[in-house]
């Protein structure tokens, strides 16, 4: 692949140049890249080597980049070279190395674009993770597209990777579920329950999970005490929840390799296990929390708690695992549940809503602390979704009453739509979805900008083959430079999967895309003021029969693409 040759070239002359006691044995590569120019009238490709090492050389950039330039410069690969700047180096490729692209792109198929960069590293991806308590609801499905895209594309570059859900199914919040399903179970054997009093949930998605728990146990828990059945409607309930959560995320195409429980957690004792680690490190102690800064509690009192040393790992301060009455914190379920993790994975990554970020930095804290700096650990905050419907905000739910659902948004726009939007924007970065926009057949709409190239391309390709003509590498030597310049475009994508995988950042791949859709658009539309450059000449079977073959193959790069954001590639529009 393009970037991976000239990588190797770079390499290669650095290892001469280090032969030659240019550079010494021991410098540092790690920070030389090769990438395109941002003004492509520079070149096609640009090296940082000159930049990066002329310290570690004792030389002036630009005298360590004339070194490099020459040998560039004498390579078949190479059709010219120029330095830039104070030590930049930027380079266009000799056509036959384009059309080499080309044929990669065609042999691949499917696999273009992946690698083994990862290395086999196992990363643990945590997302979605929404409390036990109703549907999923768009609150949720930025965080459950961004996680999945991103475990798509680390995948892609040859990590292993663990898509995990965190069932909060030990709080306060599942004691209500209980109770709210208690209320629909009396419901559903005939009392009449008048309004839902306040605190429960009240949502309809509650009366098929009654009507589950009276056909199951009849009239055995309607007169007796609380404690008798709280503990069975509790795990009942988020059973059934759970249940409905995994056919919500299957709309959006999602599945998670692994669901934790956290009351599952907290009956094997992993927070017991996490707190006794700390402790024999010295990093949780009894200690006694200052009073809230400005803030005059008039009964505070000061009370004793284990409390783990955060402020070691640059929190602001010590955080406590437990409360005054034995019970676990959030925080101490959450450090022993990430404990639990590093065991079967070299890093984490967590995908939190943007209003969990006063929480990012203690978390950090804590997987350092359990891991003593050995596990990789990320957040990545997803800002929340504004719905609009042409333009005015969206609050009911036919379903709900009260919120969209994730099924009401993927019944009306399809899963395509949703995903696709929902990675075309930086995802802590606010977001606007309008349900009219992004079903709307425009150059506005990237999702279907960008399925319509591969709709357009596949239309092409069967229409030309009715008519005998198919695609082939046979004539590709009659490319001209606008065709030379779409294989540019489409050479990129290799790199953009690595990068975009490197920064965990699913949604430079809809960038791309859209800028890969936006060329091939151009390159058809030639045809229209300039018949010489129509894809389909009647008259030229070779040249048809060549930009057939470019064609297909960017529509190869585009369905390549959309496989890893979870979108299909339409055939027809």
């Known amino acids: 692949m393009l970037f991976h040759i000239f990588q190797s070239h770079i390499d290669a002359i650095l290892d001469e140049l280090t032969e030659a006691g240019t550079l010494p044995a021991d410098v540092d590569r790690s920070n030389v890249t090769v990438e395109p120019p941002r003004d492509p009238s520079h070149g096609d490709l640009a090296t940082n080597a000159a930049m990066v090492l002329s310290k570690a050389a004792g030389m002036k950039p630009r005298d360590l980049a004339e070194k490099i330039a020459d040998k560039l410069g004498a390579l078949e690969d190479v059709q010219a070279v120029e330095i830039a700047g104070p030590g930049f180096i930027n380079l266009r490729v000799a056509p036959s190395v384009l059309l080499g692209e080309l044929l ?29 308590t109703g549907p999923m609801h768009m609150g949720h499905c930025r965080g459950a597209v961004v996680g999945d895209a991103l475990a798509d594309l680390l995948q892609a570059v040859g990590h292993k990777v663990i898509r995990e859900y965190y069932v909060n199914d030990a709080g306060s919040q599942v004691d209500t579920l209980a109770r709210s399903a208690h209320l629909r179970y009396l419901e559903a054997l005939g009392e009449d329950i008048g309004t839902i009093p306040e605190g429960l949930y009240p949502g309809d998605y509650l009366k098929p999970v009654g009507e589950a728990l009276a056909a199951k146990f009849g009239d055995t828990y309607k007169d007796v005490d609380e404690t008798e059945w709280l503990l069975i409607f509790r795990k009942a309930a988020v059973a059934k929840m759970m249940d409905m959560i995994r056919s919500d995320l299957a709309m959006l195409g999602i599945r998670h390799d692994v669901f934790s429980s956290e009351a599952e957690l907290h009956e094997a004792g992993k927070a017991d296990a996490a707190e006794a680690e700390l402790r024999s490190r010295d ?21 004793e708690l284990p409390l783990f040393r955060s402020t070691q790992f640059g929190d602001d301060q010590d955080r406590p695992i437990k409360k005054s009455n034995g019970r ?30 006063g929480t990012v930095k203690r978390i950090k804290a804590a997987v350092a602390a359990l891991t003593q700096g050995q596990t990789k650990f990320d957040v990545k905050l997803v800002q929340m979704v504004r719905l609009l419907r042409n333009g005015e905000p969206e609050k009911m739910s036919k379903r709900s009453g009260n919120f969209v659902t994730i099924a009401d948004m993927v019944e009306e726009v399809g899963k395509d739509a949703v995903r696709f939007t929902m990675l075309t924007r930086k995802a802590d970065a606010q977001m606007d979805f309008d349900f009219a926009k992004v079903m709307e057949a425009s150059r506005d709409n990237p999702v279907f900008y960008v399925q319509y190239a591969h709709a357009r391309i596949q239309s092409m390709v069967r229409k030309a083959a009715d008519d005998g003509v198919i695609a082939s590498a046979d004539h590709l030597d009659r490319l001209g430079e606008e065709e030379m310049d779409l294989i540019k475009m489409a050479a990129q994508f290799p790199r953009i999967i690595e990068s975009a ?38 008259n030229d079977v070779e040249m048809t029969s060549a930009r057939l073959f470019l064609a297909k193959n960017i529509g190869q790069t585009i369905k390549n693409g959309l496989a890893l954001m979870g979108v299909e590639a339409a055939e027809s529009m």
């Not at 990862?118 to 409390?131: D, F, L, M, P, R």
């Not at 539309?525 to 018949?531: A, K, M, Q, S």
């Open 104 to 132: 990669e792109i065609d042999k691949m198929g499917d696999a273009y674009g992946r690698s083994d960069k990862g290395a086999g590293v196992t990363v643990n991806i945590e997302y979605v993770s929404a409390n036990p």
């Open 283 to 303: 990093l949780v102690y009894d200690g006694v929390l200052e009073q809230p800064k400005g803030k005059v509690i008039e009964d505070w009192e000061a009370v």
């Open 328 to 357: 676990w914190t959030y925080f101490g379920g959450d450090l022993a549940y990430h404990f639990q993790k590093a065991q079967t994975a070299d890093e984490l990554i967590d995908i939190w809503g943007a209003d969990h970020s």
């Open 501 to 538: 995988a490197a920064s965990r950042e699913p949604h430079r791949v809809a960038f791309y895309l859209n800028d890969l859709a936006a060329a091939f658009h151009g390159f058809y539309n030639l045809g229209n003021d300039r018949p010489e450059k129509r894809i389909i000449m009647v």
